[in-house]
Nanobody, 120 residues
Framework: VQLVESGGGLVQAGGSLRLSCAASGSTFRINAMGWYRQAPGKQRDLVATITTGGGTNYTDSVKGRFTISRDNAKNTMYLKMNSLSPEGTAVYYC???????????????WGQGTQVTVSS
């Protein structure tokens, strides 16, 4: 299983970005997915998660501004980020709980990350 993020970039404060995370591979199933971010010198923190059924969870600081979604048929997850602030500057990582189709054991899979920079 491979995860590839896209959509990062430079945006002014108050602006918007939409991140995408595409999963590839044919012998797996994706369960829950999520977005994490890591600012310079800080630990990687949870931003939002989404279940296969569409149930969502957000960290308090992004509630009302970020929206996580997924297209199960395309094995793709999205993060729409509105009203971005400089505090949102970080590398954003895609995470998936994946399992091989012949197994119930889940693995944590990570993308390579995409840089989001918010200028003031």
């Amino acid at each position: 299983v491979q995860l590839v993020e896209s959509g990062g970039g430079l945006v002014q404060a108050g602006g918007s970005l939409r991140l995408s995370c595409a999963a590839s591979g044919s012998t797996f199933r994706i369960n829950a997915m999520g977005w994490y971010r890591q600012a310079p010198g800080k630990q990687r923190d949870l931003v939002a998660t989404i279940t296969t059924g569409g149930g969502t969870n957000y960290t308090d600081s992004v509630k009302g501004r970020f929206t996580i979604s997924r297209d199960n048929a395309k094995n793709t997850m999205y993060l729409k980020m509105n009203s971005l602030s400089p505090e949102g500057t970080a590398v954003y990582y895609c995470n998936a709980k994946a399992r091989y189709i012949w197994s119930i054991r889940e693995y944590d899979v990570w993308g390579q990350g995409t840089q989001v920079t918010v200028s003031s």
